[in-house]
């Protein structure tokens, strides 16, 4: 279950201690990648990426400098029985995500994103666990296998029958059913507001951005706000169930059954079981993980690593700031060793990733080319509302 964790995370201890500076970073780096892994485990690795690896992007995370937890302290997300319980819970989060989604869709993959595919390109990484919904990686580095463990955002997913639509025809029909709000956003995105990266000047301007393109305008009158049925349940609804839309083809409140939300794990909602699956068996296949961008505040991704360390891979944490619990990963490391061990940098992922890769490959490391990155098309579902 997806659970967000609000203790105090603890200052990190950097290993190697050499590793405080740029070079000792890339240096330890370099030596978890080309170090052979112990006891006979496989010499691939798997990523674990986080929130922070985005912010380069210009989106918001929870707990970097400028995160949501730190300069919204009133922040609470939504969680999933709030969602399917509350028609006015749904329409608060859709009139959020409706203002939101317009910088998320345009926002491109970083530097990060991009030597995380230079990585995989080397030969160096097996797979990407990411608990990000922004679809980077999966652009990025589209032959590089990615695990989207708390799904993503460019889908929408019925709650009765499970069909996926996707978001840009739902923002269009979102739009449609609600003028008003469609002239606002038009307005908001025309001022420039949604393009600062700066959080107090969004403030200054009547704007809070939060992670997952939720966007909080104060004293907006959400109650306002109207959402279509999913199309599919509409002509054919389930069993027993009832499935109404007004005069517009909005969702009625008379239905009990045709709800649509994000196709990502929600807070409080528990991840599908292939994907936790397919998750461990990452884990299992690979000899180190390398954690990057990441508090790994939420269990689903805790526990990934510490099922790592529990099978003895050498684990490498890049983060910006503190770790969940990230005591238990280096308790019984030698401060000293050289990276092939362990390592613990607390810098940001966007110079130093790009200048690892320069790095392997001064080492002698080839590039294999494996094509251009495009994004998978989803134009067979133009036009479902």
Not at 111 to 128: E, Q, T
Not at 243 to 252: I, P
Not at 292 to 312: E, H, I, N, Q, V
């Amino acid at each position: 279950m997806r659970i967000p964790f609000t203790d105090p995370l603890s200052c990190p201890t950097i290993i190697p201690s050499a590793a405080r500076t740029f070079e000792g970073a890339l240096t330890a780096l370099r030596n978890f990648f080309l170090f052979p892994p112990p006891n006979g485990l496989p010499q691939s690795t798997v990523i674990l990426s986080g929130a922070g690896l985005s912010v380069a992007s210009g989106l918001a995370d929870y707990r970097g400098v400028n995160g949501t937890y730190r300069v919204n302290k009133t922040y609470r997300p939504i969680y999933y029985h709030e969602f399917l319980a509350s028609h006015d819970a749904r329409k608060r989060y859709w009139a959020r995500s409706f203002l939101g989604w317009t910088a998320l869709h345009k926002a491109q993959p970083n530097a990060s994103h991009y030597a995380v595919r230079d990585l995989g390109n080397l030969g160096l990484i097996s797979s990407v666990i990411t608990q990000n919904v922004d679809s980077f990686h999966t652009r990025t580095h589209p032959h590089l296998s990615t695990l989207e463990l708390h799904g993503y955002l460019r889908s929408t997913v019925c709650t009765s029958c499970w069909h996926e639509f996707p978001r840009d025809v739902f923002q269009d029909e979102l739009a449609r059913l609600n003028p008003i709000w469609a002239t606002f956003l038009s307005e908001t995105v025309a001022s420039g507001v949604l393009d600062t990266e700066d959080p107090n000047e969004r403030r200054a301007r009547g704007i809070r951005m939060n992670p997952d393109g939720d966007v909080d305008v104060p004293n907006a009158p959400y109650t306002t706000f109207r959402y279509p049925a999913c199309p599919k349940c509409l002509v054919s609804p389930p069993s027993e169930a009832v499935v109404a839309v007004d005069s517009d083809g909005a969702w009625n409140p008379t239905s009990n059954a045709g709800v649509l939300k994000p196709a990502v794990v929600m807070f409080g909602e528990s991840i599908n079981a292939s994907v936790k699956n397919a998750a461990e068996e990452a884990i299992d296949r690979a000899g180190k993980l390398l954690v990057l961008a990441t508090s790994l505040a939420t269990y689903s991704a805790w526990r990934l690593a510490k099922r790592a360390m529990d099978r003895g891979m050498p684990l490498a944490i890049v983060n910006l700031g503190g770790v969940r619990g990230e005591d238990v990963f280096f308790a019984q490391l030698d401060p000293q060793q050289p990276g092939n061990q362990g390592v613990r940098i607390d810098m940001s992922t966007e110079s130093l990733l790009p200048a690892l890769v320069q790095e392997l490959r001064r080492s002698g490391l080839k590039e294999n080319d494996s094509g251009t990155t495009t994004m998978p098309s989803q134009s067979g579902n133009a036009g479902v509302f």
